[in-house]
């Protein structure tokens, strides 16, 4: 009799103060059960590390409910059903979605938070881009939040944490609509990649003393679009570079996820001292998810693609390896350490 499946599941034991860190976790192994009627199971071949998961490890007032302190920290990633009881998840066939922090997830819409996507055989593009720049908290995310702020030709555009997962696509976005586009990142060569490989037409190094004149520098003519994904001190200086009648499309604010620590104690919170620029300025701001766009990720995917096909939309990937470094893989977008999307491989396709 073959041996039973093990799963290795990452249960959230507390809510992190800060970055989180292995004590937060309790990573156990189980068996994999039995399959009911209706189920499959899923074997997870590679997690997508988002900054949004910071938000559900702790209480406060997300756009999801927090991830139980007790179950098996919520997650998003790609999988490959290894055995099945339904009809429409066949053994081999390739999903998207809620996999969880796990080597296996059951399939059982009774179970998982989000159905299960399943994507297109043959795949029309590598793996790993359907967590990344095909991906719905990737390249979708660029897509759907340049659309609500519509860059128009010579328009200037600052896309902050520029050469991570969604600014990276974002800037080309409005690079391809015909806009001037301003990254910031932190450090000489995240700027020059933002500059050299993904074609942005100036970059300022946020961890520069001198970034704020930088950032001046770069937008002599104001600033016509923010797409923001760190919030904070840098949202504060785009703030105050505004035009009259400009959009932001906020996206995310980074730089203040791990003050995160209870429903009501945000200690270390940056305020945003500038926001009366939206008044003065005669400015916009939308906040948006992308998860409320559902209706619209073909349509990203096919715009998306074609850039690709055009050679005018490049993209990366960090991809680290094993399941057992989850939490230090996702703490690496909170240092930097990943250049495009951040993804940790969990296991190989089975042929
Ligand atoms: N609204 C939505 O539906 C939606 C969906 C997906 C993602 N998002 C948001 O989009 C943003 C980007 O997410 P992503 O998945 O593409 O991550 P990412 O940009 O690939 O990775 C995060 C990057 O943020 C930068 N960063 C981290 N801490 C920072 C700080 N304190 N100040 C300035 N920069 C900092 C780092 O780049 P440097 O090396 O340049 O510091 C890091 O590489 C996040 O705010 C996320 O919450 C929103």
Redesign the pocket.
């Known amino acids: 009799m073959a041996s039973p499946l093990v799963n290795r599941r990452y249960y959230l034991r507390r809510r992190p103060q800060g970055l989180c860190t292995g004590s937060d976790f309790e990573l156990v192994r189980e068996e994999v059960p039995e399959l009911r009627s209706a189920q499959a199971l899923v074997r997870t071949l590679y997690l997508s590390l988002?900054?949004?998961m910071r938000i559900w490890m702790s209480d406060h007032r997300g756009y999801m409910p927090p991830s139980p302190v007790g179950a098996v920290m919520r997650g998003v990633g790609i999988g490959q059903v290894v055995k099945s009881r339904r009809d429409d998840l066949p053994v081999g066939s390739l999903v998207a979605g809620a996999t969880g922090w796990q080597d296996y997830c059951v399939a059982d819409d009774d179970i998982l938070e989000l159905p299960l996507a399943v994507l297109p055989d043959p795949l029309p593009a590598p793996l790993p881009a359907f967590l990344g720049v095909l991906g719905v908290?990737?390249g979708i995310?660029a897509y759907i939040g340049m659309d609500i702020v519509k860059p128009q030709p010579g328009e200037t555009v600052v896309v902050?944490?520029a050469?991570?997962?969604?600014?990276s696509v974002a800037g080309q976005i409005a690079q391809a609509k015909g806009a001037r586009v301003v990254g910031i990142?932190?450090?000489p060569q995240?700027c020059h990649h933002v500059t050299t490989d993904l074609g942005f037409d100036a970059c300022v190094d946020?961890k520069a003393s001198d970034w704020r004149t930088q950032l001046d520098a770069a937008t002599p003519n104001g600033v016509d679009v923010g797409f923001e994904?760190?919030g904070?001190e840098?949202m504060d200086h785009v703030l105050m570079r505004l035009n009259v009648g400009a959009r932001i499309a906020l996206?995310?604010?980074?730089?203040q996820y791990n003050h995160y620590n209870s429903a009501d104690d945000a200690p270390g919170w940056t305020p945003q001292y500038h926001i009366v620029q939206l008044m003065t300025r005669r400015a916009s701001i939308h906040g948006?998810?992308?998860?409320d766009h559902a209706d619209r990720y073909g349509e990203a995917i096919e715009y998306l693609a074609r850039l690709i096909a055009e050679d005018r939309l490049t993209y990366h990937e960090t991809i680290l390896n094993g399941l057992e470094n989850a939490v230090e893989a996702h703490n690496m977008?909170?240092a930097?350490g990943?250049t495009?999307?951040?993804l940790l491989k969990v296991a190989e396709v089975a042929e």
């Not at 948006?288 to 998860?291: G, K, T």
Request: with cysteine; aromatic share 8%.
């Open positions: 988002d900054p949004t908290t990737g995310t902050s944490a050469a991570g997962s969604v600014g990142a932190g450090g995240k946020y994904n760190v904070g840098i996206c995310g604010m980074i730089s948006y998810l992308v998860i977008l909170y930097g990943n495009g999307k951040l």
